[in-house]
């Protein structure tokens, strides 16, 4: 087996001859550790090192195989596939001590890279892109002669947005956002003059809804929200009244995009590794906006 450069997973390691379904291929070597010595160790380590923390439950204890040191071996080289793999990770038990044993789930090649699952199915690299049908926005709105509109923003993704605006003679608008995923924002707007209103709302849920509203002369109404939750979503959405007063109504396909990006630095006072960074970026066909970052830590985890 050798260990090879790949630009987008970084090293990984390939077949150098052929192998059969069942043979032992590689260990995950690494330190035996227990939670407590775990945890210690996530504290000291760059966010990038927590991958290599291999959780495991032997003998009805949850240990964890620590491979992040850089000691030649060539398991804790082996990249994730979580869709076509040629490999699996079991546990060997041997003068009761657990050792994490690759072992191939299929003929293999000279020249193939062995992967194998790593079982959580939230690893940053595997939700760059997902569907575009996992929001939908649907927006309706009608502005009749008193200049009302409601607009309901509905997501599959847990998300709900219900919004009633009403422009009367003096442009004075309420809304409300709604959702079902503990997102509670009551505001309202004014539109005087210009007939023209910007707003900014922080709830204590630590989620920021920002919504610009401007109604002009000829009845024309846009509205955009931005609710950014810790629930990955953030929606924006634009309506439009022509001088007829009529509704218009846009469906959204709303593509969700999330990078992780860790930093190499380390805190210049104290030395410490910074949190690694998920970007999450919702694009749609129609509107093109809105950034969240958050930060997350995963293990996996295997089961004797
Ligand atoms: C256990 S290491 C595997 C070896 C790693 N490629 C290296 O160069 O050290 C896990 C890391 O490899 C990368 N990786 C593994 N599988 C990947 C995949 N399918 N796509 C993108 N990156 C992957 C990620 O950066 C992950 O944090």
């Known amino acids: 087996m050798t260990n090879l450069k ?13 192998y059969r379904k069942e043979d032992f291929l590689v260990e995950y070597r690494g330190d035996i550790i227990t939670k407590e010595e775990c945890e210690r160790r996530r504290r000291l380590y760059h966010n990038a090192l927590e ?23 060539l398991g804790r080289l082996i990249n994730d596939n979580h869709i076509n793999t040629n490999s699996k990770m079991k546990i060997i038990n041997v003068d009761r001590k657990p050792y994490l044993c690759l072992f191939a ?30 929001i939908q926005t649907s927006t309706s709105l009608s502005c009749a002669g008193q200049k009302t509109g409601t607009q309901k923003v509905t997501s599959d993704t847990e998300i709900q947005t219900s919004t009633s605006l009403s422009c009367a ?14 997102i509670q924002t009551s505001t309202s707007l004014s539109c005087a003059g210009e007939n023209g209103g910007t707003q900014k709302v922080t709830s204590d849920t630590g989620i920021q809804t920002s919504t610009s509203f401007s109604c002009a002369g000829d009845n024309t109404g846009t509205q955009k929200i931005n609710v950014t939750s810790d629930t990955e979503i953030q929606t924006s959405t634009s309506l439009s009244c022509a001088g007829d007063n009529t509704g218009t109504q ?12 860790s930093s ?7 030395s410490g590794p910074y949190n ?6 919702v694009k749609c066909k129609i509107i093109l906006k809105s950034s969240e970052n958050y930060a997350r830590r995963k293990t996996k985890t295997m089961v004797s």
């Open 169 to 182: 003679g003096e442009n004075g608008g309420t809304q409300k956002v709604t959702s079902d995923t503990e």
């Open 51 to 73: 991958v290599f923390l291999f959780q495991l439950l032997f003998n009805g204890r949850l240990l964890w195989v620590d491979a992040a040191r850089e000691d030649g071996s």
């Open 105 to 134: 789930t299929k003929d293999i090649s000279p020249g193939q890279e062995i992967t194998y699952n790593y079982d959580v199915s939230e690893w940053p690299w595997r939700n760059k892109v997902t569907s575009d049908t996992e």
């Open 6 to 18: 790949n630009h987008l997973l970084g090293r990984g390691v390939f077949s150098s001859s052929h």
């Open 250 to 261: 846009k469906i959204c396909k709303l593509y969700v995009i999330s990078v992780a990006v």
């Open 264 to 270: 190499l630095d380390k805190c210049a006072s104290c």
């Open 276 to 281: 690694a960074f998920k970007w999450v970026r």
